[in-house]
Every structure is written in structure tokens, then in C-alpha cells.
T-cell receptor, first 115, second 115 residues
């Protein structure tokens, strides 16, 4: 069965600290896709990144970086030098290449960045 | 380019009333999803359309809920009669193409309160 686990319910950091949000997934498919979304206090869901199961290269985009490790079924998200504007709920999601094309969402991690 | 458009943004109604939520997907996208977000259940997929045809409605909670997509640029989610437990944020998302690797783009959501 497919499953996405975000064990960290809430994290608080002080501005400029680095923070890593964990995402662990379960799937029996060999081809699948992983996503991260940000939900700021305003409520919308903002797409951050997509990674396919054949590409284990880490990705960096500004202060954001993602570490994908198939061996541990993890797709972790790190924010470097966090800022107050990073305060949001972050969701990890899994989509399989076969079947219904649904997203399986994790329960989200609420990040609070304190000034 | 305009993103996914949802209306209304907020809806307050009384139990027993009919509620209609509206969504305009991104032009050219042929997949449309309706989600519901609550504190208790997180993000739940209600129904998924592809090329205006409902593909998977297994997430629709009960017969009080119905969804239509009369054309590629418009979808509705109707609740009749509404109940207090339907109070939630309802998101519409669209995706270009069949491939599950394509990310979904979410609308701003409709916050529904049923008194």
C-alpha cells in the first residue's frame, strides 16, 4: 500500500537556522514521483518540486534543497538560513506511475520560523 | 497566465442548504481534482476528472456530494443538503496531461462553513 509519513507535526526554529523536514514513503511501484508543496498561512497550496524515482540527484533551489534516497525511501527537504516567510505547512506527496494518478499526501509539517 | 480560479472564496450557509463550489482550471489542462482539507482528515481527494469525464469518485463521502465538469474550463462541486460536518476548505487542482509525473496546480480554495 502507498503511504507517506511526515513524522514531524510541528517544528519551531529561530530565523537563520537551517531546518530539515522529513518525508518517508512506501510504495511497491518501481516508477513513482514525489512532490513537495507549501501551504502558507494564506491557505493556498504552492508547488515546490517534483522528483521521479529514477533521478536520485539532489536538487538545490536558492535556500531550498531536497535529498532523495531510495535506499531509505526518503525525500527530505532542507531550508537553509530560514526566514519568517518560510513559516508554513509543508506537504510531501507520492504519485505512482500506474493506477489512478492520485496524490498520496502526508499529514504535513508545520514550520514556525521565529524572528 | 491565470492559475486555477475558485469561487466563492468563503461561503457560510445554514444546515440543509444547497452549496455550489466552482472551479476554472488552468487553460489547456485536462485533468481536474477536487480535494477537501480538514484538521482531522488532512487533504482528501474527492473526485478526479480527465477530459471532463469523472474517472475516480471513490472519495466522495456520500450521495449528498456531486460533481460535474460540463466543459474543459468549468467544474462544480455541489453539496445538497449541507451539514455542519461538511465545513472544510475545498480545493480544486488541475494538471496538464495524463502523466502522473505532472504536478497538480491548486486553486486558492473555498472555505465552507455550515452552521
Amino acid at each position: 500500500a502507498q503511504k507517506v509519513t511526515q513524522a514531524q507535526t510541528e517544528i519551531s526554529v529561530v530565523e537563520k537556522e537551517d531546518v530539515t523536514l522529513d518525508c518517508v514513503y512506501e510504495t511497491r511501484d518501481t516508477t513513482y514521483y514525489l512532490f513537495w508543496y507549501k501551504q502558507p498561512p494564506s491557505g493556498e497550496l504552492v508547488f515546490l518540486i517534483r522528483r521521479n524515482s529514477f533521478d536520485e540527484q539532489n536538487e538545490i533551489s536558492g535556500r531550498y534543497s531536497w535529498n532523495f534516497q531510495k535506499s531509505t525511501s526518503s525525500f527530505n527537504f532542507t531550508i537553509t538560513a530560514s526566514q519568517v516567510v518560510d513559516s508554513a505547512v509543508y506537504f510531501c506527496a507520492l504519485s505512482e506511475a500506474t493506477g489512478t494518478y492520485k496524490y498520496i499526501f502526508g499529514t504535513g509539517t508545520r514550520l514556525k520560523v521565529l524572528a | 497566465d491565470a492559475g486555477v480560479i475558485q469561487s466563492p472564496r468563503h461561503e457560510v450557509t445554514e444546515m440543509g442548504q444547497e452549496v455550489t463550489l466552482r472551479c476554472k482550471p488552468i487553460s489547456g489542462h485536462n485533468s481536474l481534482f477536487w480535494y477537501r482539507q480538514t484538521m482531522m482528515r488532512g487533504l482528501e481527494l474527492l473526485i478526479y476528472f480527465n477530459n471532463n469525464v469523472p474517472i475516480d469518485d471513490s472519495g466522495m463521502p456520500e450521495d449528498r456530494f456531486s460533481a460535474k465538469m460540463p466543459n474543459a474550463s468549468f467544474s462544480t462541486l455541489k453539496i445538497q443538503p449541507s451539514e455542519p460536518r461538511d465545513s472544510a476548505v475545498y480545493f480544486c487542482a488541475s494538471r496538464g496531461g495524463l502523466a502522473s509525473y505532472n504536478e497538480q496546480f491548486f486553486g486558492p480554495g473555498t472555505r465552507l462553513t455550515v452552521l
